[in-house]
């Protein structure tokens, strides 16, 4: 392999690891998201 090929490598895992972090990121902030709607609904009844 030439350096060429190690920086793409590279470059794909730092890709893949910031878009799995950034998915991760926005799954937690959607379930917090969720709870905090369903915490709304069990504390305000509905009208």
């Not at 030439?2 to 799954?27: D, E, H, M, P, R």
């Not at 379930?31 to 009844?45: K, L, N």
């Amino acid at each position: 392999m030439k350096w060429g090929n190690y920086q793409l490598v590279g470059n794909f895992f730092v890709n893949a690891a910031c878009y799995t972090g950034i998915v991760v990121k926005s799954v937690l902030l959607e379930s917090d998201i969720v709870v905090f709607f369903v915490e709304i609904g069990h504390t305000y009844p509905e009208r």
